[in-house]
């Protein structure tokens, strides 16, 4: 198998996987989006919603698991 083949596959199941976890337990995620630092703007006519809290704490998490990944792979 082409190297871009495999790690599409693995991409895809890494989706799949996500995606089961936030269908299964979303409930539980009710918090992600409402931290401290996610900006929230509403008006009569406009809503402004900026997660940047949210973003960061995922952009550390993957960035953590990446590095698991290269590490031991």
Known sequence: ???IGKMMVILGVILVLVG???WLA?????????????????RKNMRFYAPFMSMLLLSLLFSLLLWLFRRFF
């Open 1 to 3: 198998m082409q190297p």
């Open 20 to 22: 089961l976890v936030v």
């Open 26 to 42: 979303g409930d539980k995620f009710s918090w992600f989006g409402h931290l401290p630092g996610d900006i929230r703007i509403e």
